[in-house]
């Protein structure tokens, strides 16, 4: 077995064990840094010094290590999943509302909608994913159910569900959201009532799920749109329209620096997990809730940085 770590390119077998091993160790060893996010009060409650880590590859292998199957609080890495079922069911009339460029700005800044006239940068800020969510309900009439059934169905766990003393902390801590959620209305970008829009979001944001559920929820995008089952999700174009777009802003405004260390296309959130891409190898998903400036986990970057720097696979 010519096991990596040590390679250099993207067709050797990896030796993923080994690797999960080492990018744990090199998580742990970020123990104190950054903080828990409690701008949302229910998720100051998870436990600090929690980490896990995930690989679901495209040939159906699973694997884990440390608390890899801890449910956590998916908050924005729902965007990824709202985002592909609405290009699933959608196409390409979602960008009529949302823009697909790199913000530069904090997740839930208000400022540039003003001078873009309600029209988000790209679909991972906050504003942008209420537009998502808005358009999902328009095509399903249950934006919130449509991921959480996606999410159940993909990664085989029945009991996964929304947090309901999240989404009411969401609720009653959600100024900000409601404030860019009226804006985009008030520019006419809304199709539904702002209050749906925004229960919806907080249901899929407060949906509770762990490392295992979410690698193999996002091994779609590993294969190029298709679903484990061998279905299709979506065209091959629209899974790299979304990797695209995950690389550029998936991150946040961090996601200059998130391509720098770790060079795959990801999804962070709040609660502390990163659900990454690397196309046509498999979804990777770290879990620490300890956030930097950003909002992104330090230790699921850090952890993410060791994998695809000894591997030596990445997107580049
Ligand atoms: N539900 C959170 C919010 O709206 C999601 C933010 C995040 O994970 N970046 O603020």
Redesign the pocket.
């Known amino acids: 077995m010519n096991s990596v770590p040590g390679g250099q390119n993207g067709g050797e077998h990896l030796d993923w064990p080994v690797l999960l091993e080492a990018a744990e160790a090199a998580a742990r060893a970020t123990r104190g840094r950054g903080r828990v ?1 409690d ?2 009060p229910a998720l100051a409650t998870a436990d600090p010094e929690a980490f896990g880590m995930a690989v679901a590859t495209v040939d159906g292998e699973l694997y884990g290590v440390g608390d890899w199957e801890r449910p956590f609080s998916v ?3 729902s965007k990824l999943f709202s985002l592909a079922l609405a290009v699933a069911y959608g196409g390409d009339s979602l960008w009529r509302g949302v823009g697909r460029e790199p913000s530069g700005n904090p ?2 800044s208000l400022v540039q909608l003003e001078t873009e006239h309600g029209i988000p940068r790209n679909p991972f800020i ?1 504003a942008g ?1 209420l537009v998502v969510t808005d358009r999902l309900q328009t095509m399903t009439g249950d934006a919130s159910g449509t991921v959480r059934e996606f999410l159940r169905r993909e990664s085989g766990n029945a009991g996964l569900d929304t947090d309901p003393v999240v989404a009411a902390s ?1 609720a009653e801590h ?1 100024h ?2 409601a404030a860019l959620a009226h804006f985009i209305a008030s520019h006419g970008n809304l199709e539904n009532p702002v209050e749906t829009v925004l229960e919806h ?2 249901a899929h ?2 949906l509770t799920t762990s490392c295992r559920d979410l690698v193999l929820a996002g091994s779609f995008l590993a294969r190029y749109g298709v679903r484990a089952d061998g279905t299709r999700l979506m065209s091959r174009s629209e899974a790299k329209r979304i990797n695209a777009v995950l690389l550029t802003c998936g991150t ?1 405004d961090a996601a200059g620096e998130f391509a720098f260390r770790v060079g795959l296309p990801g999804k ?4 502390g997990g990163i659900l990454a891409i690397l196309p046509g190898r498999a979804a990777v998903c770290a879990w620490g809730p300890r956030l930097d400036q950003a ?1 992104n986990s330090v230790a699921a970057v850090t952890a993410l940085d060791t994998l695809t720097t000894l591997s030596g696979c990445s997107v580049f």
């Open positions: 996010a701008y949302i908050q924005s890495v997740f839930n906050n994913a969401e959600g900000r959201n979001y907080y944001c407060a946040y962070s959130g709040v609660g909002g």
